[in-house]
């Protein structure tokens, strides 16, 4: 696609519950990142894929919070037994690998706005 | 560790004319980059200008221009001839040229086009 897609849009899951939250990035875009944004916050990162090398997670939260990407394509973020603190949206974005023309602009999806009930 | 403040939680301007918004950061890096982006209320993160920190020219990107000041750590967002589509929040954002290449955001400022 044209941009960096999400799913859902938005999410309301009951406390304890567990989800998933999918990106797609731009096609040819190597680097993926996910970040947090609390209601009348800045965005917090939280991890960030490179190609085929193992994950930065040294921005999530605590072990209830994981992610996966296949390849340089998809990627699903998991929250396990949901928590109201979780309330937030969910933003992803793409860019280019890191030391190529171009690369530092990252191109972000809508987000998925999560509620936890 | 890197931080940015930006210290406006909310700004109004008039229709037409200019406003600055302040933004000011912490890093040990000599080398990084440093981002203005725009988040209207459809939520979509939206890049306004970027400024790479060895260049010492100022970035500008038509009614966008910032003043970025290394020594001080300062980098601010001037939007000239202001329009109502400008009404949103702005986060200030600097990235490391090195490692994992995240962004690191400012709390932002919630500016407001008045007709």
């Known amino acids: 696609g044209a941009g960096v897609s999400q799913s859902p849009s938005n999410k309301v899951t009951e406390k304890g519950k567990d989800v998933e939250l999918r990106c797609d990035p731009i096609?040819?875009?190597?680097?993926l990142y996910w970040y947090r944004q609390r209601l009348g916050q800045g965005l917090e990162f939280l991890i960030y894929?490179?190609?085929?090398?193992?994950?930065?997670k040294s921005g999530l939260p605590s072990d209830r919070f994981s992610a996966e990407r296949t390849g340089e394509s998809v990627s699903t973020l998991t929250i396990q037994r949901t928590q109201q603190e979780d309330s937030a949206v969910y933003l992803c974005?793409?860019?280019?690998?890191?030391?190529?023309?171009?690369?530092?602009?990252?191109?972000f999806g809508p987000g998925t706005r999560l509620t936890v009930l | 560790a890197q931080t940015v403040t930006q210290s406006q939680p909310e700004m109004s301007v008039q229709e037409a004319e200019t406003v600055t918004l302040s933004c000011t950061y912490d890093?040990?890096?000599?080398?990084?980059?440093l981002f203005w982006y725009k988040q209207p209320p459809s939520r979509q993160m939206i890049l306004v200008i970027r400024?790479?920190?060895?260049?010492?020219q100022n970035a500008t990107e038509n009614r966008f221009s910032v003043n970025f000041q290394k020594a001080a750590k300062s980098f601010s967002l001037k939007i000239s001839d202001s329009q109502l589509g400008d009404t949103a929040m702005y986060f200030c954002?600097?990235?490391?040229?090195?490692?994992?290449?995240?962004?690191?955001f400012g709390t932002g400022t919630r500016l407001t086009v008045i007709p």
């Open positions: 974005a793409s860019s280019f690998a890191p030391g190529l023309v171009g690369a530092g602009e990252q191109f």
């Open positions: 096609s040819g875009h190597t680097a």
């Open positions: 894929f490179q190609g085929n090398s193992a994950p930065d």
């Open positions: 890093t040990s890096e000599n080398n990084y980059y």
């Open positions: 400024q790479e920190a060895y260049k010492q």
């Open positions: 954002a600097f990235m490391k040229d090195s490692g994992a290449n995240n962004l690191f």
